[in-house]
């Protein structure tokens, strides 16, 4: 079993659009949670870090329900550069390295 | 602020040969990774320094590859010899060394290709 698991789309939705992403991780013991998002054939660029009591910005707004360990990533009135592989993220503070998901790809048609 | 920088851009080289890549972190940044994605995978974690010791290098694939970051500031990483399944993409990416704060910032990568 993957330690992050993501369904990979692609999600294919209109401008305007509400789309959802959601993401398992397996150790308990992870501390910190981020989405990433990668452009094809770019790095990988923080997004947002994901805070128990959820956050928003802008458009863009993450939950993280540790009981479940489940995070979500919400992105409300998409746009056509919302179109890009988000890349769920965690931390293990014990060993500082982050463990990412196999990414979900999001297109955005006019 | 510049931002962590990687050179090469690119790699192609044969089965057996040595490649060396290199990563600047952003000035200040005390914490230095390597990632690798080879295709169809995650990315995954190489290893980690602060300053020049090796924190964790728990990815790191086998012998064949060699890390260092000699006086804190650049890391290279070295592939010696190479072989095809080491194709990938491989990041750098670094972060301040301040408490609860864990944000990494990456690097454009180097594209490996072994033939």
């Known amino acids: 079993r993957k330690e992050v698991e993501q369904d990979p789309g692609p999600f294919n939705v209109p401008e305007g659009a509400t789309v959802a992403f959601n993401c398992t991780y397996s150790n308990s013991a992870s501390q910190s949670f981020f989405w990433y998002r990668q452009d094809c054939r770019k790095e990988p660029k923080l997004l947002m870090s994901?805070?128990?009591s959820g956050n928003e910005d802008g458009r863009f707004t993450a939950q993280l329900n540790r009981a479940s360990q489940y995070i979500s990533l919400l992105i409300r009135d998409s746009k056509l550069s919302d179109s890009a592989t988000y890349l769920c993220v965690v931390n293990e503070r014990r060993t500082d390295k982050l463990i990412f998901g196999t990414g979900t790809r999001l297109q955005v048609f006019p | 602020e510049a931002g962590v920088t990687q050179f090469p851009s690119h790699s192609v080289i044969e089965k057996g040969q040595t490649v060396t890549l290199r990563c600047d972190p952003i000035?200040?940044?005390?914490?230095l990774y390597w990632y690798r994605r080879v295709m169809g995978k995650e990315i995954k974690f190489l290893l980690h320094f602060v300053k020049e010791s090796k924190q964790d290098e728990s990815g790191m694939p086998n012998n064949r590859f060699l890390a260092e970051r000699t006086g804190g500031t650049y890391s290279t990483l070295k592939v010696q010899p190479a072989e095809l399944e080491d194709s990938g993409v491989y990041f750098c990416a670094s972060s301040r060394m301040a408490e609860g704060t864990y944000e990494q910032y990456f690097g454009p990568g180097t594209r490996l290709t072994v033939t």
């Open positions: 994901v805070y128990s």
């Open positions: 000035s200040g940044h005390d914490n």
